[in-house]
């Protein structure tokens, strides 16, 4: 396994498209490298997809949205891949059900890679020959950013296959460790006044469709925590009985602690009575400084009770991010963990570390409109059932955040890098 | 089966809490008068509740939250019925498996007659007594609304285990048909002007805690419809491939036309090729005029994507409700199902006929607080994963509904008398 | 509740076909009589059935394959009663599913009175017009053997929905009990030499069709015991770890005891430290010289390789059996519970009591041919995944029980009056 | 991809253990060889297990069974491979769950190989050393049956893991295939005069305790299919409703027909209108003549029912192939697949080919007793709800099939290469 340096490649988007292409194709396959073929075929739970199908899904979007349509005389690399790596375009046809994912071996990884290396080919001649179409620009753009948010999900999905087998294998034994001064005891709260706010995206780079419009938002006096809730925070909660009073929780939550036996964020386990918790660079002893990672928006909503405060609405948090630029503890960092905080005398942790939930249900925007067609597909047809959360996490790519970014997840959902920002 | 006349009755709230106290709890039993013992004990699905349990559960609310904490010396009707019909408090204590309510026989329905009439002395004695007692005063106040709301579901659950019957029983033959001239073609569009408006619940009457705090909220210009979508109409959208064309569909909306195969409302069915559906009343052809009903959320938002609108948010809905009489097809009139519209130069059919889904998840309003104790369980656990419902139904009891007053089911759910207003 | 004495009916078969019939029907009747209305509806879980279907479906089976055939011009008592109450008949046409019974309100209890006494006209008046008719004759006798399976099933699932109920109603309270001296401690163990015997049905007597032919088994020597399991031997097993060490229990039963929580047999509960079961007559203490109840062949057979010895085989039962009186605690004793042992120096027990589970699948015997038609569904098919039980139980009905006859339930079923005979 | 040559290799039972034990172990890598890394790691149903747990599992046998009791100061190759390659046995302890093999990316296909050698050289030392140990002797000749039936299951797993994927892959391309003249039309009809038999295992050679002991059996007249139900025969029974009415099927089964959509074999699809079948050797056209394989249980007797006969019993086939050499198209023949039969003057086809479904149900053998400890829990404590298959297949290893051997499997199951011979 060659050690991987993510931090010392150029990962800001370069000028030429073909070239951009190149960078973010690149970067899958480094973020893929370190794993054993075993490894790439894995479906732990239906939420999560193997390795091997987020590397051909992507690919595949870039064949059917790109080269099927503006390359006349495109020949698919394989007819059935289609069917395979379709992940929920109904417009396009039939496809393979999402929890039968895993018990695919083939294609093979190799094959995979084949049919990247094919594709990338096509894709190199089509964005030189073509480099000033609009659509085709566009399309790669989206094709750009809907790839870097699979390799999110490659690290989210493969740290979850790994947890899962007793031998919790690490997923690479090099990472760094952050070696830092102890996080400052007590948040402060940061003020922002009653006022007619805007969100929203509105400007000529690329944002997904359910960031816009822009539209004006009425708020009130609100605080926000100026850092995350760390994990020595989080089990003072568990401490004090979190898990075991239905005071806390919101009915559906209380629900799930009990079916499923919550009774710690995920990853977290006793090993001879301490806790340890899996991270991607294998178990460690739990930090206490360190943001509180992989809970649920139900724990997440708990804690705020029990705390005596509640989660931001995603307006609140956009408003406090606008101005804040948007670095932080990212991919490029290499560190594909959570870091404690350094500073709480302004909003810290806004960007990377875990994303934040909100307590805002995940709708459309007064005006939003899905684009026609299947692309249309990709964002608005989740609008239900959903919470959303701001501000990426140490698994962001770099590049592909901002302060109107709105990931969403279900209440329920544990296994993305998901945290805890206060609010009052 | 004596011939009940319910809008015969003084419904509106008299002077005397004592007396308004015996008017609700009469009403109760009017309902359930025209059911054979039989039917009392039927849970249809877990969302269902049998009629005697409904009857058990109120009468549990008063004895658990009024006579036990303020009755010195009261001695409960029975030792475990605390256990039975205890429906979702925790701090209460353990309770019967919501699922099972169907499985009880006993005890049966004249013991809760017998229950009823005991825990009704106890309580006038009490509102005699403790007239001024300020918490007396308040929790009987909440538990009458907790039965008005209990008797709404009282007649929605006898629908659904009458419905469900192959011999399509009614809940009465002799309930009156609405007799008018033919619903107006075409809605008008009732035009709303940006502004910085207020919703939310202010005053010395009663509502419950998650229609407050009243708070600002900033709308942008929208339009509302007069009337509310018909049963024409929706014919039309199923004519058009409703339930065949994903494209039309939240994604897990469409999931559900497939899992449950959904293809037109429920209580909707073919008999001889025409479509017929059960109402309380039996089982009756499809009034083309009459609104839609029966329909989830799913189905409201896929219409309004049909038809190139959307549906409300609730703070729209407030707005346009704020100034109109809450006054409509409500449980009083006896019908017991939705009426044609008949006017549609200004908001129609607002309060009565069905419960009008809107696009707003329900969420606690900005500064929300849940009572402390046990009756904080009353909303607020519920607040996740829910949509908001507006305006009250055609088995909506009189005095039960206000502009303000925010009802909330899962995406999913069919079963209440829910139906579409469009906006733009 | 009037005082049932059903011990002094006339319970054995009397001479015409017609008093045999109105006997039958009216025990069924005679045992429900204890109930209230809404006892009649609850199906406490799929395999068990409401009272009101139970008497319902045996008068469907005189209609369906009696009246209708036999009697020209007769008119069925409702045009959707066939599609209600018709158990598996695929050959009789649809029918509403089975775990759905509990959800029907109506027909209400006295339209199913109403339905016998119509269908007890017509065959009333069918017997005494076609008295000689053979298949009228054969096909009646069938249908009141089969009505005395179900008066089984009636008290047996009754059990089972009355001991759910948390307040752990009696079916009757004025059940007798036994007095008596206490059971001999320890079992004798019977001889039966090695030989070719021969076991099955062979006659001009009624029984059914799984029974036949007659045909010859070689059994090598066994001992059987001469008495059933009591509740302490069992409980000695349970003291002894029976429920907690695998090597006890097949690999099906022991996943049945992990999931299912197994820890003693059905209806036993500790009840301020002591066990004490749920009996017809309400709770009792535990009894420790009553045979043991309602276990599953899991733990029979568990018991049986903890106790060093093995369950016995239909064949060896029956050639045990074969000169026994087939009398004992049976229905009409009137106890509706087993009772211990009296007599250990010949077989007791082999009737009546508890059903006894042996080591034989259910299959047919050689040369075993179903009737033709849906009367050829009866038993045949359900030839698989069960194992045979012996020699009738306390709630077995009078003239129903005999040396040849099969009982047969699937291995995890406890809520029959099962329990356990050793051999070796 | 190696062109591997099964048949050439000396596969019968060679004089020294140690060479015998290297033989078999041989074997299941040479039967791995054809497989991508991706293709060992598939669980494609809960009662698959994927190849890498196969070849893992039996080393685990002899590691735990065989070196750490018999070879002081043994070191277990990894600490946690007892509790990932346990597959049943509680007296060993804790184990991985069966569901979840596939979930398991490590350990590596390598390191099961490292696992095996590992295994191998202490093996070899072992039975080098002590040579002459009796229970290593044993225990040994258990492990190597033990490794014979995973072999079988290897493929027939590795078979359903492929047919599952829409691309189809084959196991092998290269597989030979069987060039003859054209099946018998007719099967002839062998007839078994009336007698007291003996079956069961009895002598030194090795056989499961479940073969044993002998014992006499009394079996009527019958007459035994000279050959099994083709292909072309099964196709006239679903061409005759088979899949479509109830009247032949047994009730359990009819449900799976039902709920399942089971209308052909398993491996059957009808591709441009044509029945293909897929093998190990990929996707080829329906042969009318070989032996219908993949069939339930259920089918296997609703078929014996449309014909108007019956399944042999265990004894009767016992008794049949008592005379017959244990030869036909085995594993070493490589086909991997039924070939049609070429005799029909004596029964063909009893050994190879198909598993053949009995009508009996896997019981113990009177007098059978499991041995003790954790290796008495192989057979006895599956003794329920499983039917005895006899006479091997053309994926069971040579020297692995005799007479008196019982297979067995749940009534349900059609992913084993299972097929019908009939009896009267």
Known sequence: MTRLNISSQPLTRPLSLVDWYGQVRQLSETLSAPLAIEDYGIQSMPDVSPTKWHLAHVTWFFETFLLLPYVEGYTVFH????????????????????????????????????????????????????????????????????????????????????????????????????????????????????????????????????????????????????????????????????????????????????????????????????????????????????PVCHVSYFEAEAYATWAGKRLPTEAEWEVAAESVNPAGNLLEQGYLHPLPATDISRPDQLFGDVWEWTQSAYLPYPGYKAASGAIGEYNGKFMCNQMVLRGGSCVTPPGHIRATYRNFFPTSARWQFSGIRLAH
Do not use: C
Request: glycine share 8%.
């Open 79 to 290: 007819p059935q891949f289609g069917y395979l790596f379709n992940s929920y375009y109904e417009a396009i046809g039939q496809r393979h059900p999402r929890p039968e994912r895993g018990l695919l071996s083939r294609p093979t990884v190799e094959e995979v890679y084949r049919y990247r290396a094919y594709v990338d080919d096509a894709m190199r001649s089509l964005l030189t020959t073509q480099a000033d179409h609009p659509d085709v620009q566009e399309r790669t753009i989206l094709g750009l950013h809907h790839e870097q948010q699979h390799q999110e999900l490659l690290l989210t999905d493969i740290k979850h296959v790994l947890a899962l087998n007793p031998l919790r294998p690490a997923y690479r034994e090099d990472l760094p460790r952050f070696e830092s001064a102890p996080t400052p005891r007590k948040e402060t709260w940061l003020d922002y006044p009653e006022n007619l706010y805007s969100i929203g995206f509105e400007g000529a780079d690329f944002a997904f469709d359910n960031e816009s419009p822009k539209h004006p938002v009425y708020l009130q006096d609100f605080w926000l925590a100026s850092r995350l809730v760390t994990n020595g925070e989080y089990l003072e909660f568990m401490e004090a009985g979190g898990y075991a009073k239905p005071e806390y929780w919101l009915a559906e939550g209380w629900g799930m602690v009990q079916t499923q036996g919550w009774n710690a964020p995920l990853y977290w386990e006793t090993v001879d009575g301490d806790w340890q918790l899996m991270t991607l660079g294998g178990m460690r002893s739990l930090n206490l400084d360190e």
